[in-house]
């Protein structure tokens, strides 16, 4: 996924930040408000992580104005803020999930994993696709009942085919879900990691659309 990180605390950034790309996402860091709406208005996120707290002002505030004007981004708050109150504020203005600080790097993944299935529309995290059995909790894949060893980059990948079923990825969409806005990205990348899922996975587990892009091929 392509995530938009929303704190401004450096160290809590910074934890998050190398957390949430290890997993294989690609992830955008501002710190402020203003600068949030300007990422949003150039970049489509798949996931919003926001803080309550801003230099420039209450992440709620932000959060009913995406709302408001239409816009269905998941949002998981992360905030210091801990008094029910402020929990029932912050989903009532629209948030999906609700974390407070401080909080174990695992269980923000453990999150963000179950907020993305809800939106895909399959809450449930096993999933059994022609000879592969995958769980998106643990981030596992068995093939023909063994064990199939993925790296982030390749389980990223690998996830945006399955989040979209039967649905035609370009190249540059592939590339917006598993890199950072500015990072330098060699131009066979998508195809190696194409190539190296298909030599893991079975060779029709993603069929190319030549000129067009990639989608996930049939069970």
């Not at 790097?105 to 993305?116: C, D, F, H, N, Y």
């Not at 690998?158 to 035609?168: E, I, K, N, S, Y």
């Not at 592939?174 to 500015?182: M, R, V």
């Amino acid at each position: 996924m392509r995530i938009l990180l929303i704190e401004d605390d450096t160290v809590l950034g910074e934890a998050v930040r190398d957390q949430i790309a290890a997993d294989g996402h690609s992830v955008d860091w501002v710190t402020r408000l203003d600068a949030a709406g300007d990422a949003m208005a150039v970049a489509a996120y798949d996931l919003l992580l926001l803080d309550l707290m801003l230099p420039d002002g209450r992440g709620i505030g932000f959060l009913k104005t995406i709302r408001n004007r239409g816009d269905v981004t998941p949002v998981i708050i992360l905030t210091a803020l801990d008094q029910i109150s402020d929990r029932i504020e912050g989903l009532n203005a629209g948030a999906d999930d609700y974390l407070v600080k401080p909080f174990d790097l695992s269980e923000l993944t453990a999150r963000i994993g179950s907020v993305a299935r809800r939106y895909s529309g399959n809450p449930n995290p096993i999933i059994t696709h022609g000879a592969l059995d995958i769980d998106l909790a643990s981030r596992s894949i068995h093939r023909n009942g063994k064990p199939v060893q993925l790296t982030a980059r390749e389980w990223a990948l690998f996830d945006a085919f399955l989040a979209r079923p039967g649905q035609l990825l370009s190249k540059t969409q592939l590339e917006d879900k598993l890199y950072a806005h500015g990072a330098e990205i060699e131009s066979n990348t998508i195809e190696v990691h194409v190539s190296r899922l298909r030599k893991k996975l079975g060779a029709n587990v993603i069929q190319t659309e030549r000129g067009m892009g990639y989608r996930l091929g049939p069970s």
